[in-house]
T-cell receptor, first 112, second 113 residues
């Protein structure tokens, strides 16, 4: 069955360092991979989308990579700040269907 | 302001009492979807709709119904709620041509006793 794994349930790093979150998938051929941020008690907020034919996407301090051979996406936050503390979710969508599947998320904590 | 609204935000009900959670978006999005979020299981898609009168099952549709009679509204119906439907529910919407980057509502916390 299709499966997405976000390898770390929680990640704790020091302010100023680069946070790297991992999203792995199996039995799936996604056309799009998305990353969302979710704060406690609130709905997810879209951050970045990367297509299957793209290797890397950047937006300000955020960078996403997509390796369809490894079936993996990496999400980086450079110069991390305590305000970046949140749960980050990856989501996949195939080109043939409009169903979307989410990973269970990684809770990121940035300590001052 | 572009937004997705859900009502109610909190609901406590009893087993078997039919309920409807409303979802509305003001962005003229074609795609709308319902998710439930449970600890350790992440977001799971219940139903989605590509446009008016077009709906399809997600990964966990059992026990739920939806309808899409107007583009802006996508209500979630629980005909006979059970305790295992206690969860946090999110509605989301998206344009079809943007890779389905979704805008989420604030969530509805449902407790079925």
């Amino acid at each position: 069955s299709q499966k997405i794994e976000q390898n770390s349930e929680a990640l704790n790093i020091q302010e100023g360092k680069t946070a790297t979150l991992t999203c792995n998938y199996t039995n799936y051929s996604p056309a799009y991979l998305q990353w969302y941020r979710q704060d406690p008690g609130r709905g997810p907020v879209f951050l970045l989308l990367i297509r299957e034919n793209e290797k890397e996407k950047r937006k300000e301090r955020l960078k996403v990579t997509f390796d369809t051979t490894l079936k993996q996406s990496l999400f980086h936050i450079t110069a991390s700040q305590p305000a970046d503390s949140a749960t980050y979710l990856c989501a996949l969508r195939s080109s043939s269907a409009s169903k979307i599947i989410f990973g269970s998320g990684t809770r990121l904590s940035i300590r001052p | 302001e572009a937004q997705v609204t859900q009502n109610p935000r909190y609901l406590i009900t009893v087993t078997g009492k039919k309920l409807t959670v409303t979802c509305s978006q003001n962005m003229n999005h074609e795609y709308m979807s319902w998710y439930r979020q449970d600890p350790g299981l992440g977001l799971r898609q219940i139903y989605y709709s590509m446009n008016v009168e077009v709906t399809d099952k997600g990964d966990v549709p059992e026990g739920y119904k939806v309808s899409r009679k107007e583009k802006r509204n996508f209500p979630l119906i629980l005909e006979s709620p059970s305790p295992n439907q206690t969860s946090l529910y999110f509605c989301a919407s998206s344009l079809l041509d943007r890779g389905l980057e979704q805008y989420f509502g604030p969530g509805t916390r449902l407790t079925v006793t």
